[in-house]
């Protein structure tokens, strides 16, 4: 399995300070997180995609393409990347020069996003929303894997013999997860593409995201990818950990009461009871995030949100040291006990191209030789 965080780059006001960052020091804070995500041992760091304040990311690759210089190892993801209202001929170029730049340590998340005026920024309907990230997601699917593409559509001008450079690195495009919180019908052309599902299961009850996923492998298998549990599927979470539970709800209920997304609704122990939001000692993350396989199976990538509703960069950091030193090392044997051998590993570039060269190898004609006449 693999480890990571993400981000959505708010910029919130600290409840118990009244500081407010500037987007200058919330951007900084980003590449600090992602840097020490890889310094603990994390195998993901992924930023979300928006265009509207409070939020700074709305350049994701500019800011993995920075991170990717400073880094070795760590995988660099979007958390979201719009499809709907980015045009996929950019999407093509762009990440496949992160993919080189990066050599390889690169996949993305599509998604609709959650914020209808973007939209009509970029042009388009947000009554068009599913339909434009099927045929979006069409589109740059063909252009990362044929060198010619002819393309006529709804949404944008057709392409007569377009080449996207740069072609993919080592010939294998970015891997892509299709990420939703509602839709089916994401599920659903996730699984048409054998490409990976990310259930942000953070706000609701986990009985809806078992269904989702749940649809998500049934139609996976039924497009013939492989059986139901060899699915790609990702979760997301939430946590916030002290030595122990009273310290740590002591000091995240400010910024739960406050937080822009979730303040001033459910309270924050209604919250942890029905969510994955978990507010306790490292031993309680680890105890609740181990149930998820008995909701959802066994599953590839698993992404914590840390460093929101204005918690201080430092304090975020304190997290993950404990995420990286406490929590992953044991989630990463316990989800490993037990494992079925056919359940695939999360997602690398390296293990895909050996893939792909395994299969062309295995279609190779057979030559036998034998002796000479």
Do not use: C
Request: proline share 8%.
């Amino acid at each position: 399995m693999q480890f990571g965080i993400f981000s959505v780059g708010d910029v919130t006001t600290d409840p118990t300070t009244g500081t407010t960052p500037s987007e200058h020091e919330r951007i900084k804070a980003m590449v600090a997180i992602a840097l020490k995500a890889e310094e603990v041992g994390l195998d993901v760091f992924a930023t979300g995609e928006h265009h509207n304040p409070p939020f700074v990311p709305s350049s994701p690759t500019t800011m993995l393409g920075y991170i990717a210089a400073r880094t070795e190892r760590i995988i660099l993801s979007t958390a979201t990347t719009l499809i709907t209202t980015n045009d996929p001929v950019k999407i093509a170029e762009d990440f496949a020069m992160l993919q080189h730049l990066a050599g390889g340590r690169v996949d993305l998340m599509m998604g609709r996003g959650n914020t209808g005026p973007v939209y009509p920024w970029f042009g388009q309907d947000i009554r068009q929303g599913i339909p434009l990230a099927v045929e979006n997601y069409a589109l740059l699917h063909r252009l990362w894997r044929e060198d010619v593409v002819d393309w006529q559509g709804r949404f944008r001008t057709p392409l007569q013999g377009f080449t996207a450079t740069p072609r993919p690195l080592d010939g294998v495009p970015p891997f892509v997860w299709h990420g939703s919180i509602r839709s089916p019908e994401i599920a659903e052309q996730a699984a048409y593409y054998g490409d990976g599902f990310f259930a942000n299961n953070i706000f609701w009850p986990k009985e809806h995201f078992i269904r989702l996923i749940g649809l998500y492998r049934e139609r996976f298998a039924h497009y013939g990818h492989g059986a139901p549990e060899q699915a790609i599927v990702g979760l997301g979470g939430q946590v916030f950990m002290r030595r122990n539970s009273q310290d740590a709800v002591r000091e995240f209920r400010p910024y739960f009461d406050n937080a822009p997304v979730y303040g001033h609704g459910p309270s924050l122990e209604e919250f942890t009871e029905q969510t994955p939001l978990t507010v306790g000692s490292p031993q309680e993350v680890i105890d609740k995030t181990l149930t998820f396989r008995e909701s959802f199976g066994d599953y590839q990538r698993q992404l914590f949100l840390m460093d929101h509703a204005g918690l201080p960069l430092k304090t975020v950091l304190e997290q993950l040291d404990i995420l990286g030193e406490e929590v992953v090392p044991v989630l990463r044997k316990e989800f490993a006990s037990g494992r079925p051998a056919q359940v695939p590993d999360g997602p690398t570039h390296a293990a895909r191209v050996a893939h792909r060269d395994a299969e062309a190898a295995a279609q190779e004609p057979q030559v036998t030789t034998g002796p000479s006449s």
